[in-house]
């Protein structure tokens, strides 16, 4: 996992919760680094420390720790010099969702050894979309619930967010029912 | 594909697709068509309107003509669109079929911020274009440069930060030294008060639980001067300024001598002691041997701390010999608690122990050790310990000494006749004498206990080999070695044989012992003397065992012309000036005080002193000023004695007061032995001198040629009391009764060269010849006491073998006199009462 991820669930401890719980999550996972390299690779193993020891440590369940990440990262990645990115990718969040995928192909293109998600559709109708959320990585689709939020926030449009058919169930990949009401759509 | 194949070229709407930022141009440059992105970064863009009109061409450097454009149709153009300044980059093509000249190219931009702010998004790109690609890629390129540079400003101000807190724990450091080096000085200053003054009245004649009072305080101070050179040496090598002054000095001597200064409390617990100096260590070496000896003691002190039972073994063996110089490895074993490999990491850094509870159970600084590695480094060497937990320790160093340019030989005696029998329950001990004697020649039998010794005797004795030689240790049990040694003494057919035996101060009697004994030898053993002991008593002759001084020869002594006796004590101190005054009274001689330098010039322009003590600090004008002013003036016509008396023990100290014209150096506090010592090395003995404290001080009126002072018995005889016995007769038969067993007790540790045996009956002399009124025969058993007890502690001095042998000398010719006059008086008396009776 590239050091980006790692920094901004750091972010989002100490900005959320402060920086004594943040000590105490790096004490737990045995973390005595002050701060991230972004564009450095991490071992997944550690991302994956750091939310449990933050499970811990914030007495919230793993899912809501990674819920509350995928918002923050929108709002992160937002500030943290992917602004830009994320303006170019779309001006509506329906134009936004739909080259999410772009997007990540396109940086996982430029980062040696990314194995970014993959996100494609099927329309609904005007209003829903079916998105197909791909990942070798299992068991972040609560963070993929949080980082729709968060989109939803940026982009100032309602969004309904089902999810019907997850892989932790045992499908073969993640389904999400996404409707957008009212906003930019 | 195949050259006659069907070529198909991209239709108008297609061209449109896959280049979204193309331009078609005519013969005159005019735009004939162009893509929807291209309006989207210069929107002024028609057809019909000229490409001057429209953009200037950034590269290639050529003209803006159709014909100019066709030649340069490989070059990488840049063209500026005149109205937003958006660069494109691209090449130029000419359609043959068409006649057209083509523009392919795209927005070039270097920071994804440009393409956000000419309103351009993801859907304005086609796929196969990776201009975005590439700013995706700038912008995290430029996102991992912000990182490292943020890294490199955190690691700078963190460098910074470690710099300024280095500096200040120097400054902290160098602070703390010199706040060590100034209270180590300050605390010396009293000490000095404390110690000399307690050992004045260790020469007092006090009752005995005063006297354990006396020793008590004395021990306790000896034992905090410890703690504070400790502390001083510890602030030296913080500040690097540790340093040795080597000089030439005998090996083997020095390991005895710190061997037996540990002999009492190894004693006092039982331990079997033994300092062993292996085959080829060089007798003179150079090197600083005050230094040598504090590692001797460290790990010697700290073997006999921490072991209860057992033995603790200091051992000393040549390494290797090389032009120059020697390496030695000096090893303490003992049978103690030892340390564990936790323990072995810690044990030579200052201030620890191997745990907190050590330092309660056995106190000590915890500095020892980290001030001998840094010594053995130093030296050349290195520190090192081998140990097994509740098995023993053995803690080494190894060290360079310089060769001394004198050559001293051991001496070999041929002992190759000699058949020995050893008995002496401890193992190392007896492997020591048997190798010491083996080396020598002799063939050896050893066995632990007094029967086995006896029986072993005896089947000599049958077997017609019998042994010239019996080495008792006076605890070999069952029976024990004295009583061994009357056997041998009651059976006449042993009576060839000779005795030798071998006792510790555990066992202070064994002097006394009843039994026809050729030699005593005090443990532990030094192997040079015991083996002179042997050869003497099988009449090899022996090399003069005094040794010289180890110092040049004193520059002049004062005149014996003038005698001159006053000493001029130079010092501020009011306790200190107290000190040296009463201890050279204790020593005969009458002193003067001076309490700073000018003082003390003047009383030397008025005064005739032979000799001057001389504190290095005081007031108006230091010690070194002084000197340095009492030897211009003498302007080399004289030379009077000055011995620098320091509380600083500062490195260099020794050199800068040598350097100021003094004459020798004793630090504080002074030991009234290095002080007799020191004054002898410079001055003659003293010709008027004041009786020792313990006697009358009170003028006395004897007459030159007598040894008595009869005031002393016209005093005791007002205690005469009616039909008693004579108490002046008493006194003196009693005196003449104890004087030959005290003469004994110190031949026999002047024949071994045992000055602890030799203290003893000295300090008893001393009291009961002032109490009889032989004053000159009381001061001079106080000054040998004094010269014994020397090597007890930190001795910067240790007086050669010489003086106390002088003394023992001095004391047995006065002795005789007095004998002879006591008996006189006894006739005298004896006349008297017949005649009035």
Request: hydrophobic share 40%; glycine share 8%.
């Amino acid at each position: 996992m590239y050091g980006l991820v790692n920094a901004a669930v750091q972010d989002l401890v100490v900005s959320k919760f402060g920086t004594d719980k943040w000590e105490k999550i790096k004490t737990k996972v045995g973390w005595d680094g002050d701060s991230f390299s972004r564009m450095a690779q991490y071992p997944d193993d550690l991302t994956y420390k750091f939310v449990g020891a933050a499970s811990e440590v914030l007495s919230i369940t793993p899912d809501q720790v990674l819920e509350a990440f995928g918002e923050y990262w929108v709002l992160y990645t937002g500030q943290e010099g992917y602004g830009h990115m994320f303006d170019i990718a779309g001006s509506t969040l329906r134009e936004f969702l739909i080259n999410l995928d772009s997007l990540h192909t396109r940086v996982g293109q430029n980062f040696a050894n990314l194995k970014p998600p993959s996100f494609t559709y099927d329309e609904v109708n005007e209003q829903t979309l079916r998105m197909h959320y791909h990942s070798d990585r299992k068991g972040l689709c609560p963070m993929v619930s949080g980082l729709l939020r968060g989109l939803s926030k940026r982009f100032e449009t309602e969004l309904r967010i089902d999810h019907p058919v997850c892989s932790r169930l045992g499908a073969p990949h993640c389904e999400f029912m996404l409707t957008v009401s009212g906003g930019n759509a | 594909m195949h050259e006659n194949a069907t070529k198909v070229g991209f239709g108008a709407h297609l061209i449109g697709e896959i280049f979204p930022f193309h331009l078609g141009f005519d013969e005159q440059l005019r735009v004939v068509q162009h893509g929807v992105g291209v309006t989207k970064v210069c929107p002024d863009v028609r057809d019909g309107v000229r490409f001057g009109e429209l953009f200037t061409v950034y590269r290639p450097r050529t003209e803006a003509s159709f014909a100019d454009f066709r030649r340069a149709a490989a070059s990488t153009f840049f063209i500026d669109s005149i109205a937003t300044k958006v660069r494109m980059r691209g090449q130029m093509g000419f359609d043959t079929e068409s006649g057209l000249l083509f523009f392919i190219g795209t927005p070039w931009f270097v920071d994804i911020d440009e393409l956000r702010r000419s309103q351009l998004g993801l859907k304005d790109f086609t796929v196969h274009d990776p201009i975005v690609d590439f700013l995706y890629m700038v912008q995290a390129k430029t996102l991992a440069l912000a990182d490292a540079t943020k890294f490199s400003e955190t690691i700078a101000k963190q460098r910074d930060e470690l710099m300024r807190t280095n500096e200040e724990l120097a400054r902290a450091s160098a602070a703390k030294s010199q706040f060590l080096a100034n209270t180590s000085h300050e605390l010396r200053t009293p000490l000095n008060g404390i110690m000399g003054m307690g050992a004045l009245l260790q020469l007092e004649d006090l009752p005995r639980h005063h006297r354990n009072y006396a020793d008590k305080i004395m021990g306790s101070a000896k034992a905090l001067l410890v703690v504070v050179n400790d502390v001083l040496d510890f602030s030296k090598m913080e500040a690097g300024k540790l340093t040795l002054e080597p000089a030439e000095f005998r090996l083997h001597e020095l390991a005895h001598e710190v061997t037996e200064v540990f002999a009492a409390s190894a004693d006092q617990k039982g331990l079997d002691l033994v300092c062993i100096v292996g085959e080829g260590v060089p007798v003179r070496v150079v090197a600083d041997d005050g230094r040598f000896r504090q590692i001797l003691s460290n790990l010697l002190g700290n073997a006999i701390k921490f072991t209860s039972k057992g033995e603790v073994v200091l051992r000393i063996d040549l390494v290797l010999e090389r032009t120059d110089d020697y390496v030695l490895r000096t090893s303490v074993r003992d049978t103690g608690i030892g340390v564990d490999e936790q323990g072995k990491t810690t044990l030579f850094t200052p201030f620890s122990q191997v745990d907190g509870s050590m330092a309660r159970r056995f106190g000590g600084t915890g500095l020892g050790l980290a001030i001998s590695k840094q010594l053995a480094e130093l030296m050349g060497g290195e520190i090192g310990v081998e140990s097994e937990s509740g098995v023993g320790s053995t803690f080494w160093f190894t060290a360079t000494l310089k060769k001394s340019a004198v050559f001293a030989a051991p001496i070999v005696h041929d002992l190759s006749r000699l058949y020995a029998l050893i008995a002496d329950p401890c193992a190392t001990s007896c492997d020591q004498l048997r190798s010491l004697l083996e080396r020598h020649g002799a063939t050896v039998d050893v066995c632990e206990d007094g029967a086995e010794a006896l029986r072993r005797i005896d089947s000599a004795l049958a077997a017609g080999r019998p042994y010239d030689l019996a080495v008792l240790d006076v605890r070999a049990s069952s029976p024990p070695g004295a009583h061994v040694a009357k056997a041998i003494s009651a059976n006449p057919r042993c009576h060839p044989m000779r005795t030798i035996v071998l006792y510790t101060t555990a066992q202070p009697d064994a002097a006394k012992m009843r039994a026809r004994v050729d030699a005593f030898v005090s443990k532990p053993v030094n192997g040079r003397k015991f083996i002179q002991s042997v050869a003497r008593l099988f009449g090899h002759p022996v090399a003069d065992s005094i040794v010289p001084p180890p110092t040049v020869a004193p520059r002049s002594r004062s005149s014996g012309k003038l005698r001159l006796t006053r000493v001029l004590v130079v010092e501020d101190h009011p306790v200190n000036q107290e000190v040296a005054v009463s201890m050279l009274a204790t020593l005969g001689y009458a002193a003067d005080v001076a309490a700073n330098g000018h003082k003390a010039i003047e009383a030397i322009e008025q005064g005739s002193y032979f000799l001057v003590l001389m504190d290095l600090q005081m007031p108006e004008l230091d010690g070194y000023a002084a000197a340095a002013e009492i030897r211009r003036r003498e302007r080399g016509a004289k030379h009077i004695p000055i011995i620098a008396l320091s509380a600083h023990a500062m490195e260099g100290d020794r050199a800068k007061a040598l350097a100021a014209g003094m004459d020798d150096y004793l630090t504080k506090p002074v030991d009234i032995a290095h002080l007799a010592y020191a004054i002898g090395r410079w001055a003659p003995a003293p010709t008027e001198p004041r009786p020792p404290s313990s006697a009358p001080r009170r003028r006395t009126h004897r007459s030159h040629d007598r040894s008595i002072d009869t005031s002393v018995l016209d005093k005791l005889r007002k205690y005469q009391r009616k039909g008693a016995k004579n108490i002046v007769t008493d006194v003196i038969e009693k005196y003449l009764a104890d004087l030959p067993e005290r003469l004994l007790a110190m031949r026999h540790a002047a024949a071994t060269e045992d000055r602890a045996g030799m203290a003893a009956p000295a300090h008893a002399l001393k009291s009961s010849s002032a109490s009889i009124g032989a004053i000159e025969l009381g001061k001079i058993s106080a000054q040998l006491e004094a010269a014994c007890l020397v090597g007890d502690g930190d001795t910067e001095v240790t007086p050669p073998t010489d003086l106390v042998l002088t003394l023992f000398e001095c004391l047995e010719k006065e002795s005789t006199r007095v004998r002879a006059d006591l008996q006189t008086i006894l006739h005298d008396q004896q006349l008297h009462q017949e005649n009035t009776e």
